[in-house]
């Protein structure tokens, strides 16, 4: 009984060494924003946030200058009374200086901290991201933390944008046959925006891709479930449905909107020495909008109308390739395809990096339009 | 020292506890980084090596149990002296010990330092030593059908972190997995050979077998245990291995537990650290077994009260705690017991069948002639 009862006590007491954490007194980063400025050295802006009980959360902006990311944190400590923590890092945004010399000193830091989440996302800037964070932090009608972070949550939840996550970006990095891509955020009346998406070779921002050159980006590499599109396919063999001329001046194109689009990929390597690559893309959807009044009647018109899209799809995959393979990129993942069906030994970027130029790529795109609307 | 030891009944367990008691003790910490170490030598056909793994057990078992069937009521410390005589066999017994301290400290450290790692930097490795040999200690006093309660109630209450590994499986890149049968044989039975430190802890059957009340029946739980053990570990891998992209997997101290960063919820933004503090659970089996076999095995061979073995083995185990410290030692620590267990666990009760049976058919002949 008596030794119980000690065992009980020390039991209780060794748990009060643990050393304690008041959330009162604690600064809970949500963002970071990393930029590169003269000499090697990083300048990390923080926004934080505070739990005041007796207010609203109250957030902050404040920024450091070091030599790692740890550095200027420790260095914020200095400017703020409180203990400035990064469980809650829930989004890092990259300047374009820092995002070209390469992330990955910066990101493999990131990997060795357990205490930050695998889920959190990673974006791009034009700008310094010290100023998207300012320009968020100065707009009252907005709350930066939370802004920030559920304009990419939602689109990427929306299948607007493309990937972000940390996990995705670093599992693209580590895969020689696989790029990462990352969203760009621009200011616009004084609100951050998301606009275009930053195409990475390894771990350096290399080029920029327009918002529907990612849309492809992202068929071909995942799938849609539900997914938009807007498409201008040609008017020509329309010409005589129209029933209403729409007041746009575009005489050769009509343009639809494709909601709800459902879309699966199948990628695969048909000649190993000449690296021919076959994509079959199958994807259902929905009208929901055309720029001209046309009345959709019988099959036949059906047929028609998933055959010009099909034919406009192909040629923009096309010329997506093409321009990928120009500035050798590769977010689709055509190397993890060679490398998974070439025996041998393993692919190496460099080995990719002189391949993926000569690719040769064929589309096979089915479109089916399961719907178009309540009208026929 | 007599060969056969009997135990009295109401100190006995059934047999179909063995297979708690053998799953828990195989899992223990050594899943949590064992995808990694596969994953080096056997690349993508990672599986292949823990299904080969999987039947070399099996073999080891159909050969632990037919040199327990040899004998009435033996145990490995009875039936190395049987075999060895009393020095040599004493000698062995000592060896056995002194490598389950090693598996125990290095087990208590390797927790300590996750503990560390994920949830508190600042915890002074001690602190946590103390509260956990604590714990050894007052379960191990109830003895061993404590002790093997103890297995059986946390292992359902800690199974059900098992079935939140869906969500990184449905992350996995099935293209990892291809081009498939690329490695050598070799590289497969090397793959094999690095789960060992998974599969350590089914010597642990050599040692309770006279605490068995049917043992007639002992087969068909153990098998059970390893084969759940196999099909843990092999889950474990393919998502290991589908999930990271090879150049990270090599590079991860604990895969498994990396893999739970992913898992998010509204009210449980950090699944890790749940599972870190949940496996306190899975592991905890682990070190009353093996704390209870050295008080255990001392007093067989030696005579020494099981209480004055404990307090020694818990004031030494907290001196490890507090001088092994670093991750690289650490990390060599473990390597060195994870080949010294194979060795034990796995190579030497095939080289003692033999001699085990050799010494029977001699003393039947001996019978007979008289």
Redesign the interface.
Same mark, same amino acid.
């Given at each position: 009984m008596k030794k119980?009862l000690l065992?009980f006590i020390?039991?209780i007491l060794?748990?009060g060494?643990?050393?304690m954490y008041p959330i009162e007194e604690l600064g809970v980063i949500s963002i970071i924003g990393v930029d590169a400025i003269e000499q090697g050295e990083i300048e990390t802006t923080f926004n934080f946030f505070k739990f005041d009980p007796t207010g609203k959360e109250q957030s902050q902006t404040t920024s450091t200058k070091a030599n790692t990311v740890k550095g200027a944190q420790d260095r914020a400590n200095l400017e703020s009374n409180l203990k400035l923590v990064n %469980?809650?890092l829930r989004l890092a945004i990259f300047g374009k200086a820092i995002a070209e010399k390469g992330l990955i000193t910066v990101l493999d830091n990131f990997?060795r901290d357990?205490k930050l989440?695998? +889920?959190m996302y990673l974006a791009a800037t034009e700008q310094t991201a010290k100023d998207i964070l300012m320009t968020a932090d100065k707009n009252n009608s907005i709350q930066a933390e939370e802004y920030l972070f559920e304009l990419i949550d939602n689109n990427i939840k929306r299948e607007i944008i493309m990937r972000s996550s940390f996990?995705e970006f @670093? #599992?693209e990095y $580590?895969?020689p046959g696989m790029d990462p891509v990352l969203p760009l955020i621009t200011t616009e009346n004084q609100k951050p925006i998301i606009k275009n998406i930053a195409l990475f070779q390894n771990d350096r921002w290399v080029a920029t891709a327009s918002q529907q050159e990612g849309f492809f980006i992202k068929l071909l590499s995942s799938e849609f479930k539900a997914g938009q599109l807007e498409l201008g396919i040609l008017k020509e063999p329309f010409e005589s449905d129209i029933q209403a001329k729409a007041n746009n001046n575009n005489t050769e194109q009509i343009s639809v909107t494709l909601s709800e689009l459902r879309s699966k990929k199948k990628i695969s390597l048909e000649s190993e020495t000449d690296l021919n690559f076959r994509v079959k893309v199958d994807i259902e959807t929905r009208i929901m909008e055309i720029s001209e009044k046309i009345q959709i009647e019988g099959k036949e018109q059906l047929n028609e109308f998933e055959k010009e899209i099909e034919k406009t799809i192909s040629n923009k995959l096309n010329d997506l390739v093409a321009k990928l393979q120009e500035i050798n990129v590769d977010p689709i993942g055509f190397g $993890? !395809?060679y490398?998974?069906?070439?025996? %041998?030994k393993?692919l190496t970027d460099k080995e990719w990096r002189e391949k993926y130029p000569s690719i040769n790529v064929s589309f096979d795109v089915n479109v089916s339009i399961l719907r178009h609307g309540i009208t026929e | 020292m007599e060969v056969n030891h009997v135990v009295k009944p109401n100190l006995q367990i059934r047999a179909f506890y063995l297979f708690f008691i053998i799953l828990n003790i195989q899992t223990g910490l050594g899943i949590l980084g064992a995808p990694r170490h596969i994953f080096q030598e056997a690349?993508q056909d990672a599986w292949i090596s823990v299904l080969i793994g999987g039947v070399i057990m099996h073999v080891v078992v159909v050969v632990m149990v037919i040199i327990l069937k040899n004998y009435e009521s033996a145990d490995i410390l009875g039936i190395q002296v049987d075999v060895f005589g009393t020095w040599i066999g004493k000698a062995l017994g000592t060896v056995y010990i002194l490598y389950i301290f090693g598996v125990l400290l290095s087990s208590l450290i390797n927790y300590i330092q996750i503990v560390q790692?994920?949830i508190?930097p600042? @915890?002074?490795p001690w602190?946590l030593g103390?509260?956990l040999i604590?714990?050894i200690?007052?379960t191990v006093l109830g003895g061993f059908r404590v002790a093997v309660g103890v297995t059986f109630v946390f292992f359902f209450l800690s199974f059900w972190l098992f079935f939140f590994l869906y969500e990184p499986a449905r992350l996995m890149?099935l $293209? #990892?997995?291809?081009?498939m049968l690329?490695a050598t044989p070799k590289e497969l039975l090397f793959g094999s050979y690095q789960a060992g430190y998974s599969y350590v802890g089914l010597e642990i059957l050599f040692f309770i077998y006279p605490f068995i009340e049917n043992k007639k029946k002992i087969s068909m739980p153990v098998h059970a245990g390893v084969a759940s053990t196999t099909i843990l570990l092999l889950v474990v891998t393919v998502i290991s291995v589908g999930f990271?992209?090879? !150049? +990270?997997l090599e590079h991860l101290i604990w895969p498994a537990l990396?893999m739970y960063?992913?898992i998010?919820y509204p009210i449980i933004?950090?699944f890790?650290l749940i599972v870190v503090t949940q496996w306190a659970m899975v592991i905890f089996p682990n070190f009353i077994l093996f704390a209870w076999l050295i008080t255990y095995s001392m007093k067989r061979l030696y005579g020494i009260s099981q209480r004055k073995v404990l307090y020694t083995i818990a004031t030494l185990l907290l001196i490890g705690i507090i001088y092994i410290k670093k991750q690289t030692i650490i990390s060599q620590f473990i390597a060195t017991i994870s080949n010294i267990g194979f060795i034990i666990a796995i190579v030497y009760p095939v080289i003692l069948l033999p001699l085990v049976l050799i010494k029977r058919k001699l003393v039947k002949m001996k019978e007979k002639s008289k």
């Open positions: 119980s065992a020390c039991l060794l748990i060494c643990v050393p %469980g809650q990997t357990p989440s695998d +889920t996990r @670093m #599992h $580590n895969d $993890n !395809i490398d998974s069906t070439v025996r %041998g393993d | 690349k790692v994920f508190y600042q @915890m002074p602190l103390a509260l604590l714990l200690v007052y890149d $293209n #990892h997995f291809k081009p690329e990271f992209t090879s !150049i +990270t990396s960063k992913i998010e933004e950090r890790d």
